[in-house]
C-alpha cells in the first residue's frame, strides 16, 4: 500500500493508503464572500451540493472512513457533514461541529448523526489503517468570528453564524508514515512537545500579519518540534475563489503571504526542509 496525501484547497487535506482513506475540513462550496473587499459576514449560504460532488469525483474519493472538522468557521465546516454521509464515512469535531450536523438534519439534508463522534484532544480514533488524534490547537490572531456554536445551525445560515467552536490539530498516523495537519497559523507553546510526523500541513494565512520573530518561533514550534521534512503552506490561498480557478494569496488586510514564504523559504533551507505552498489536486506519495 502507497500512503498519499492531496491538498484540496484551504485546509482541506485527503490522506489514503489506498485502502483506508481520512479527509480533514471538508470544504468544496467556497461561496463569494466578499463585498467591498470585506468579508460579508451578514452573507447567508448554504452547501452547494453540485460542488461538493465534482470535487469530489475529480480527487477520485468515493469512500472515507473519517472527515474531521478542525474547526466550525465555514471554510472549515461548511460541507464536512455533507462529506461524510456521501462517502460513508464518520465525522470527528467539536460540540459546535455536532451543531451544524444537527442543523443541516433539522433543514432536510441528509445527514447521517449517529456517525457524529465528539473529539477528544489527545485520544485516538481509528479509521481503518489510519489512527486520528485530534490536538489542542489555537486560531490565528484577529478571529473575525470566535465563540461556540451552542444551537443547531439551520440553513441558510449567516456566515458569522459558523463560529470558531474552538480548534484542533489533527495527527493522522500510519504504518508507513505520519501526517500532521495543523490549519491555522497560531501555536500554544509546548503543545506539540512528543509529537512528530513524516509531513506537516501547515496553516499561513495571517502570518505575514506577524512579526519575524513571531514567525520564527511558530515554525520552531511545528516545523522544528515535529520534526518535518515535507512541509505544505495551506490557507494561504483565496478560500472564496472557486476551486478550479488558479490561486490567489489572500490580499491585505488578510494577510502578506510573500513575506511569511520568503522567511519559511529561508529556515527551511536551514533545517532541510522539503517547503512549499500546497497545491491544489496534487497528490504526493509519502
Keep these: 500500500m502507497t500512503l498519499s496525501t492531496t491538498f484540496l484547497g484551504t485546509s482541506t487535506v485527503h490522506v489514503t493508503d489506498g485502502v483506508s482513506a481520512v479527509l480533514v475540513d471538508g470544504y468544496f462550496s467556497r461561496p463569494a464572500l466578499l463585498k467591498d473587499d470585506e468579508l460579508d459576514l451578514t452573507l447567508e449560504v448554504r452547501p452547494d451540493d453540485a460542488k461538493i460532488d465534482a470535487a469530489l469525483a475529480r480527487a477520485g474519493i468515493d469512500r472515507l472512513d ?8 465555514l471554510d472549515h465546516a461548511m460541507d ?10 464518520r465525522l470527528l469535531g467539536t460540540a459546535s461541529a455536532r451543531m451544524i450536523a444537527q442543523g443541516y438534519a433539522e433543514s432536510g439534508l441528509d445527514v447521517d448523526l449517529p456517525s457524529f463522534a465528539l473529539a477528544e ?22 478571529d473575525r468570528i470566535p465563540g461556540e456554536i451552542t444551537e443547531p445551525l439551520h440553513l441558510p445560515a449567516g456566515v458569522a453564524d459558523y463560529r470558531t467552536g474552538g480548534c484542533l490539530d489533527i495527527l493522522i498516523a500510519h504504518d508507513d508514515g505520519t501526517v500532521l495537519v495543523h490549519p491555522t497559523a497560531n501555536f500554544i507553546p509546548g503543545a506539540l512537545a512528543g509529537i512528530s510526523a513524516d509531513v506537516l500541513y501547515l496553516g499561513a494565512g495571517a502570518a505575514g500579519n506577524e512579526t519575524a520573530e513571531w514567525r520564527e518561533a511558530y515554525w520552531g514550534a511545528t516545523v522544528r518540534t515535529v ?12 478560500f472564496w475563489d472557486p476551486i478550479d480557478a488558479p490561486p490567489r494569496p489572500l490580499p491585505p488586510p488578510f494577510d502578506d503571504f510573500a513575506t511569511t514564504l520568503a522567511q519559511f523559504q529561508r529556515l527551511a533551507a536551514e533545517d532541510g526542509v522539503d517547503l512549499a505552498p500546497a497545491e491544489v489536486w496534487l497528490r504526493e506519495e509519502l
Design 80 to 89: 464536512s457533514p455533507l462529506v461524510a454521509r456521501k462517502t460513508g464515512a
Design 66 to 73: 473519517l472527515v474531521v472538522v478542525s474547526h466550525t468557521h
Design 121 to 142: 484532544p489527545g485520544s485516538g480514533v481509528r479509521a481503518g489503517s489510519f489512527t486520528v488524534t485530534p490536538l489542542a490547537a489555537i486560531h490565528s490572531n484577529g
Design 227 to 238: 520534526g518535518a521534512k515535507r512541509v505544505r503552506l495551506v490557507h494561504w490561498e483565496r
